[in-house]
């Protein structure tokens, strides 16, 4: 016997929903910035090994190939910048393998864009100006915007240099903390210890009511971003947090080709050392690279999350109509 065809959640939840994609499409509007539609499908995808993806077999006669299911439009959406589309932005859907929860679906909706020209700290001021706007219902948009450096905000909660590890530290702190199981799931990898302490202690308290911004991630945790020009050790990485919600992330985009296939190659090699499944290379994206990529920064936002904000809904599945169990 079949489930409910049902959806699961309300027509308040659609009507909120879509509410939302309006808001967001007048935003940009009003900014000039272009919307765009890019491949769900693609022949190659990313190696972060943080992330599993799902595979498709495609079969034109007299050939078969694998095709990848997108977990970011990001490679994409970049070949349209370095081909010279301007800003722009795009809200569609994305997959991740694997991933389930109370923040997690496999497949779920992103809004990205990319502004040509933008620092980091200009794209920091315009993720706070799209916050307010969506929120301006709500208490939210009338509190301050906390905006903390990774390796302060990290300190203030564990005690800890986020850039320089001490495996030794690590494991006391985590021993402290009541995190048995740290040093077995982190090994001596700097970036597995960086995820879990911060998810742990430092994410819960961010946002209180209120946009939170983390900025100037360590380097080992972001293959995208450019480096800080004043110090190697960071990059130009922001994250997103509403009440220890984490949103989404950005980045002073990096646009060194060489630079950004030898960080590919270093996550394959991780992703290998770790058995996962191996990626192919996006080699249009590293073209798209090769050719001119212009100054731009760039951020994704996972909007079913922002919508769980917006309508206080507890569950991810709350505010989709057919979450995976019931598609």
């Known amino acids: 016997m079949l489930e409910s065809w049902r959806p699961l959640c309300s027509t308040e939840q659609l009507r909120a929903r879509a509410k939302l994609y309006q808001a967001i499409r007048l935003f940009f509007s009003k900014r000039g910035v272009l919307e765009v539609e ?12 943080q992330l599993d993806f799902f595979t498709t077999a495609y079969y034109s006669a007299p050939r078969r190939q694998t095709l990848f299911l997108q977990t970011s439009p990001e490679f994409a959406m970049k070949r349209l910048v370095a081909a010279s589309s301007g800003s722009i932005f795009q809200i569609c859907k994305a997959f991740r393998n694997g991933e389930s929860g109370r923040f997690h679906n496999p497949e779920f909706t ?24 969506l929120f301006q219902d709500q208490p939210i948009s009338g509190n301050p915007i906390q905006r903390y450096r990774y390796q302060d905000i990290f300190a203030c909660h564990t005690g800890l240099n986020a850039l320089e590890f001490s ?9 402290a903390q009541q995190l048995p199981d740290a040093p077995r799931l982190c ?35 972001s293959s995208l971003a450019r480096k800080n020009q004043y110090d190697s050790r960071i990059t130009d990485r922001v994250e997103v947090f509403i009440n220890g919600v984490e949103l989404g992330n950005g980045y002073y985009e990096l646009t060194d080709v060489h630079e950004q296939q030898q960080r590919f190659e270093q996550e394959i090699m991780l992703r290998q050392e770790n058995q996962q499944t191996a990626p192919v290379l996006d080699q249009r994206f590293l073209s798209a690279l090769a050719s001119g990529l212009p100054d731009c920064a760039g951020m994704a936002i996972g909007l079913d999350r922002l919508l769980m904000l917006l309508t206080n809904s507890k569950h991810i599945n709350d505010v989709l109509a057919f979450p995976i169990a019931n598609a």
């Open 110 to 133: 992103l809004l990205e864009w990319y502004r040509v020209g933008f620092t980091l700290s200009e794209l920091m001021d315009e993720i706070a100006d799209l916050i307010v706007f």
């Open 38 to 49: 890019t491949p769900l499908l693609s022949h190659g995808i990313g190696t972060d090994p």
């Open 167 to 175: 495996y030794q530290d690590y494991c006391a702190c985590a021993r």
């Open 187 to 221: 090994g001596h990898e700097h970036r597995l210890w960086l995820d879990l302490l911060f998810s742990q202690l430092v994410q819960p308290h961010l946002g209180n009511n209120a946009l939170c911004l983390v900025f100037g991630y360590p380097a080992c945790q």
